[in-house]
């Protein structure tokens, strides 16, 4: 029999349940014991969602992040969190978050982890921290009551635990350690770990290592190779999980470690599965991952059988199914959608979809396809429909995209001519200051919202509520005496989904959440046909505000890239042709803002850098198409209209020439909890235009300090010459409330103001 499993499960709920006890938790609304309560209950939830399978996961839950679980789990938790004062859910959210609930007063001082994305994409997690005095103890109790649990609900019960080396991978060292200098330890603490797994009565154990899909040096191969010689002693079976991408020079490598079962990611390595079934011992199980977990389309299953029946032929009870990755990436349940089309909705799948898709192609292998007939047919004529729509394909977006040509992209003047009329047109002080462009999105704020769309608000009324927003929002920052003025974004949910239910060839889900990081989910939308601008978007928004102030407001857009990257997109032609229909229109966007007398114009790309493959030799070729569409976004426009960037993250050191490329007038980065990392790039590349170094964490509800935020920028001034340097937030406002943004933003333009004071004397250059 095929046995099938799953690699990991959402936590968030069909309701996102986790993410209101956690903030309520963070509030003091509920106790410790409540907090556990709901969690516990998704967990059960989450084991009977995946009761069909024949093995579960367990453990794959976490109230954050599993890595900064893991981190927990092996006592590597940071002295200045350690010895913080509390109890251990106090140090984890303060690892987490930097404060443990709203009114912590034990974190004066302590910084939260860096949080960075994992692997290519949206969900971020927690980087470990390693330095000379990390020591890892095994703390495995959370696991172990997990399993119990677990237990309960189902005999067949498997751990999925982040593998050593992924977890060396992914962390930081916080001073001149060698990372491999710390393996015998970890190692030690994992087989200390899989002995009270073996006392706990579990046999299998899931030991995620992604890093075998990235480009590994001599030195991580011998991690790979020295950890698991040394588990092989482990008494419990080892399936050793990798995906988001194909192993390439590494897959001999994955088959030879003494490990029980290899699990390789068959929708991103397909090519690799008569390969990895050529070099695995035959001792060995291989499970494949079938069916895509990071997309929300139906998976062909005819097609799968074709290549699976001959697989399975072969290796008979050796042969396990499963999602190509964790689940955690898709929503929940698509029978939670009521409001998509019926032919949009026979297309998709989600998780609990996805696993029944797993069951159906272990059954048709099994007992063969007429034991599933009926799913496989109405799986087949959902293919079809698909394929064959008028909503997928637009004569008018193809023809647009014949024309496009590479001077559609570039600006028409060098940086230099730009910016000197730039500063005619919009004289600005030393140090400008400005936002991200959200700000606190209030409970009136998403009520509005909530009852325009619900029809209990008429068009005209939800006008004047998001005017009156936007109104208060300008008067906000006039008195904070910002330098940009922004509108504020009171009318989006979300970056990326709000211009997803504005453009032509996008669906929107009710509830189609994604975790984001801890409590942040996103619901991305679905691209699912060609794209187009068929109005105006943001305008009059964006021109409400400007009619209030004599400052300048910024107009705020979503780029190409990022709506790209954080949407479910089409699987039916290459991501570059997507993008590039993204492109055309929000360049229409763009063109109508500036018409319409905008003169700084903020195309965010928060999601660029994600976008990266894994493997570096496949960097250039995406860098050139994302960068293309970014240009044929932002660049039709005059010399006189400044055109900003914002990204989401520091670690641009390998990417800035392509940043460069771009051509952005300003472009804004987070850094402040990365301690200007990223401003070690400018002693190695000289960026030619100017630059906001984020000195507000927004992720964390500490309030930074003039001084802190000086500090920040005269660091900056060390490297970049002043007059391109900006100040400004690390990210927009929306997650944080106006209590601490007043101050925070006081903070920072007293700042501004200081060091203007104490540079005056420099001279322009
Ligand atoms: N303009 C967006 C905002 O301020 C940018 C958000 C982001 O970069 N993630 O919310
Ligand atoms: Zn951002």
């Not at 509108?487 to 989904?497: A, F, L, Q, S, T």
């Not at 051509?663 to 030619?688: C, G, K, N």
Request: aromatic fraction near 8%; glycine fraction near 4%; proline fraction near 4%.
């Amino acid at each position: 029999m095929t046995t099938t499993h799953s690699l990991g499960f959402p936590r968030i709920g069909r309701q996102r349940e986790l993410k209101f006890a956690l903030e309520r938790y963070w509030k003091n609304a509920i106790t410790e014991e409540a907090l556990l309560e709901v969690a516990a209950n998704l967990r059960i939830q989450n084991w009977q969602d995946q009761a069909a399978l024949d093995w579960l996961p367990t453990g794959d839950f976490s109230l954050y992040d599993h890595v900064l679980d893991t981190s927990f789990m092996l006592g590597n938790v940071p002295e200045r969190i350690s010895q913080s004062a509390g109890k251990k859910m106090d140090h984890y959210f303060r690892l987490a978050r930097g404060r443990s609930v709203s009114d912590d007063a034990d974190c004066a001082c302590v910084s939260a982890g860096e949080l960075t994305k994992w692997f290519d994409t949206n969900y971020h997690y927690i980087v470990p921290e390693f330095d000379k005095n990390t020591r890892f103890s095994l703390n495995a109790g959370q696991l172990l009551q997990q399993i119990r649990e677990a237990r309960q609900q189902h005999d067949r019960v498997k751990p999925v635990i982040l593998g050593p080396v992924t977890y060396l991978w992914l962390g930081k060292c916080k001073d001149a350690t060698d990372k491999h200098d710390l393996l015998d330890d970890l190692i030690h603490a994992y087989e200390q770990l899989f002995k009270a797994l073996k006392d706990e009565g579990v046999t299998w154990v899931q030991i995620d290592e992604p890093v075998l899909v990235m480009e590994l040096n001599e030195s991580w191969k011998h991690a790979l190779r020295k950890t698991y010689y040394q588990l092989q002693a482990a008494p419990v079976k080892l399936m050793l999980t990798t995906y988001f991408g194909q192993l390439q020079e590494n897959l001999q490598l994955a088959c030879e470690l003494p490990v029980d079962g290899v699990h390789l990611d068959a929708v991103t390595a397909r090519d690799e599965v008569a390969k990895i079934i050529d070099w695995l011992p035959s001792h060995k199980i291989l499970s494949l991952g079938v069916i895509n977990g990071r997309n929300i389309w139906k998976t062909d299953l005819n097609a799968a059988l074709d290549w699976l029946e001959p697989v399975h032929a072969r290796l008979q009870e050796r042969l396990w199914l499963a999602p190509s990755c964790s689940l955690l990436h898709v929503p929940i349940d698509l029978d939670s959608e009521q409001a998509l089309t019926h032919d949009i909705r026979s297309w998709l799948a989600f998780a609990v979809q996805k696993l029944q898709e797993v069951k159906v192609l272990a059954t048709a292998l099994d007992h063969g396809r007429e034991a599933v007939s009926e799913a496989l047919q109405e799986n087949r004529a959902a293919i079809e429909s698909r394929r064959q729509s008028e909503s997928v394909h637009s004569a008018a977006v193809n023809s647009r995209l014949l024309e496009i040509n590479p001077a559609m992209s570039r600006r028409k003047s060098s940086y230099a001519q730009r910016a000197a009329e730039q500063r005619r047109k919009i004289p600005l002080p030393l140090f400008p200051t400005t936002s991200i462009g959200s700000f606190p999105q209030t409970q009136t704020i998403r009520q509005a919202r909530l009852d325009f769309r619900k029809d209990r608000l008429s068009a005209e009324a939800y006008r004047l509520a998001m005017q009156k927003e936007i109104e208060h929002c300008v008067r906000e920052q006039e008195a904070l005496d910002l330098d940009v003025l922004v509108h504020g974004e009171p009318e989006r949910n979300d970056m990326v989904e709000y211009f997803g239910e504005q453009l032509a060839g996008f669906a929107l889900t009710q509830h189609g959440w994604v975790q984001s990081y801890g409590s942040r989910c996103v619901k991305p939308p679905i691209l699912y046909g060609d794209v187009s601008h068929t109005h105006e978007i943001t305008v009059e928004w964006i021109q409400y505000a400007q009619s209030l102030t004599g400052k300048p407001v910024k107009g705020m857009l979503t780029g190409p890239v990022t709506m790209l990257n954080w949407s479910f997109v089409r699987d039916d032609q290459p991501r570059s042709e997507t993008c590039k229909q993204l492109a055309l229109a929000i360049r229409d966007e763009v063109l109508a803002l500036e018409k319409a007398g905008i003169a700084i114009i903020q195309i965010d790309e928060a999601a660029l850098r994600e976008g990266l493959p894994l493997r570096k030799s496949q960097w250039q070729t995406y860098l050139d198409w994302a960068i293309l569409a970014f240009g044929i976004a932002a660049n039709g426009v005059e010399d006189s209209t400044q055109i900003h960037t914002h990204m989401c993250y520091s670690e641009f050191n390998d990417i800035m020439e392509a940043i460069a490329r771009m051509d952005a007038d300003v472009i804004t980065i987070e850094t402040s909890r990365s301690a200007m990392e990223l401003l070690d790039a400018f002693d190695q590349y000289h960026y030619p235009n100017e630059i906001g170094p984020g000195v507000y964490d927004i992720h964390s509800p500490n309030i930074p300090s003039m001084d802190a935020i000086a500090d920040l920028m005269r660091n900056a001034a060390r490297r970049i010459p002043i007059h391109r340097l900006w100040v400004n937030p690390d990210c927009g406002l929306k997650t944080r409330n106006w209590e601490e943004v007043r101050p925070a933003l006081k903070n920072m333009v007293a700042a501004s103001r200081y060091l203007a004071a104490h540079f005056r004397t420099v001279p322009a250059r």
